[in-house]
Every structure is written in C-alpha cells, then in structure tokens.
C-alpha cells in the first residue's frame, strides 16, 4: 500500500511508503509525489517507511549518540567548538531558545545536543572562498565513543541521498522538471543535529519546553525519534497543538521556510515543538534523542516562488544569507570566517 493514515488527535498524519518510487518509474514516482503534495499542503509534514536505510545505519549512530551524551558534562565539553555559538559540535542544555528564530521570546530550550555540518568537503572554491567558508568549517568530533565519527558520517552521507531522492518527487509535485532541484541542493549547507532531551529532575519555568515553537528554515527536513513521554508536537492550520508519533526508522518529514517560499506557500512550514513530559510521566521518563537532518540548499541559491505557483508573494532570497539571518536571532552563527589551511 502507498500510503495508510496515522491518525494523531483530530486529523491523520500521512505514512508514505517510498518503495513504489524507489523501484518504478515515472508512473509510480508521480504516485507518491502526489501522496506528498497533499501532506505538505495540509499540515506540512508527513512520515515516510519503504525509504530504503538500513536500520544498523540509525542504530549505529543512535547507540553511539546516547553513550555520548551518558558521559559527564567535562568529557562532552571537550567537543565543544572554541568559537562559541559556532553550528558544529555539542552545545550545552540552555544554550539555545528556537522560538526566537519567528520572533518569539521564551525562556532557553531544555535540550543539549550535537552539530554535524558536511562530511564531503572538498578544495573547489565553492568550499573554500569566504563565503563558502563561513558554511563549510571542519566538524568537532568527541573522542568517545568510539565509532561517533564514523557513524555520524555514514548517516550524513545517507540522508544527502534520500533528501535528494525527495526533492525530485517535490519537483515532480510542483509540476517542474524532475532534475529542477538537483544543482541547486548538491553542495547543500544543510546540518545534521543529534538533539538530546535530558531527564527533567525539576519543574521547567513557565513557558518552558524541551524545544519552544519553531519552523525549520530550509527544505526538507527528516527525524529520526523516539516514542517516549516528551515528544514532537505540530500546530495544525486551525491552530491546535498535536502529537506526532515518531519512530528511529520511519522517519517524520516535515519542510522547511525555504521550500514553502520556492512553493509561494503551496507547501506549509510548519510551527512544531517538543514539549515536556507530564508531572505524571516526569518522574520515571527516560531522556529522549532524535536525529535531525535538515536539508538547505546550497548557499548561493537564489529562491524564488516558482512560475506555476503563481504570483510571487516573496521577494528573491539567497539561501545562505535566509538561514544566517535565523541562526542570528537564536545567537546561533554559522562559521567562524577564516583562511583556509
């Protein structure tokens, strides 16, 4: 079956099974495109199973990821980017507030996590000019545990894939050529996170969540989760908060500012959050971890809302300079501008 329903609150979640596209052809990729223009233009975010990963690829990285942020706070200090607020390496929890990112202030996020940028960089200019330099800066990797690196690198290099894999159904979607978004998402800026939301041994402030209400600022986003007291919740278009059921292998999708721009707002980007456990859940919840991999074109990509969406309600956009500007309302920055060695 293409696709079932997940029925979350008051409305269902769409499940997309990619198997019929990943082995047909045109007919079949055109079948599923259109199960994800329904998804995205509904509430903008979907799950997808058939996508083809290998389940030791998760495991693998989410078994090293919950050892690494198990160890004390000292050792994951260690693998701390010296320019603070740099978009590689751990951040500590209370270091971050996403809400700010849409202009909403509330108090810090109760969640540390790990930022991986790419892991295939190479000497071009694209890399190593100054504007690709505040984009490409080498990642900071623990030294335990053994096999992080390796195992982050293998689940970057395969997200690269299936993001690329479903932005040619989001063109076929759109009614573009199937290849539109391929050059303009091969050298992608976009970032992995290993979020960690860590046992709450107190009452949060008021306002307070795991992760305050956002919208991600690329194209596609894909989260690997856990189903644990504590999780991901999405507003609907009547404005309603909702649980999201999330799984380490059926990954939920959801899109970001950028490809709602591309669409002229065809495609929602939506709010979504992670909120905290109940008082009655708290006391014996386990921490929780998703894998983020966010998606964002490449720096030099000029968005505009594509001719058979209609009159554009953007101005044009380069992509890098969209995702800097966010990443300076959360004090978040990309990297530090240096020569390179």
């Known amino acids: ?129 100054p504007a690709g330099r505040r984009h490409f800066e080498p990642n900071v990797w623990p030294v335990a545990p053994a096999g992080f690196e390796q195992a982050a690198t293998a689940y970057y290099r395969t997200m690269s894939r299936l993001a690329l894999f479903l932005l040619r159904l989001a063109a076929l979607a759109l009614d573009v050529d199937e290849a539109f978004f391929d050059d303009k998402a091969d050298r992608s800026i976009g970032t992995m996170r290993l979020n960690y939301y860590p046992t709450q041994a107190g009452a949060p402030r008021p306002g307070q969540l795991r992760a305050s209400a956002h919208t991600d600022y690329g194209g596609f986003t894909i989260l690997s989760g856990e189903e644990v007291p504590g999780g991901l919740q999405v507003r609907t278009r009547r404005g309603r908060w909702i649980d999201v059921r999330t799984s380490p292998t059926t990954f939920v999708v959801n899109i970001g500012d950028l490809l709602m721009r591309w669409t002229n707002d065809r495609w929602l980007s939506n709010m979504h959050r992670v909120v905290n456990p109940s008082p009655a859940d708290t006391p014996n919840a386990a921490p929780r971890l998703s894998i983020a991999f966010f998606n964002h074109p490449n720096y030099d990509t000029l968005i505009e809302s594509l001719p058979s969406q209609g009159p554009a309600k953007y101005p044009p956009v380069l992509a890098g300079e969209y995702r800097d500007a966010k990443y300076a309302k959360t004090a978040l920055t990309g990297v530090s501008v240096r020569a390179p060695s």
């Open 1 to 129: 079956m293409l696709a079932r329903q997940m029925r979350v609150a008051d409305i269902e979640v769409p499940v997309i099974d990619l198997a019929p596209a990943r082995r047909g052809g045109l007919a079949e990729c055109r079948t599923v495109a259109r199960a994800i223009d329904a998804a995205c233009r509904a509430i903008g975010f979907f799950a997808i199973s058939g996508h083809g990963v290998p389940d030791h690829v998760v495991d693998d990285l989410r078994r090293r990821a919950h050892e690494f942020f198990a160890l004390p706070l000292a050792d994951k200090l260690m693998a701390r980017h010296p320019v603070a607020g740099t978009n590689r390496g751990y951040h500590p929890v209370g270091g971050e507030t996403l809400s700010t990112a849409n202009d909403a202030p509330a108090p810090p996020d109760l969640k540390e996590f790990f930022h991986v940028g790419p892991v295939d960089v190479t000497r071009e200019a694209y890399y190593t000019a």
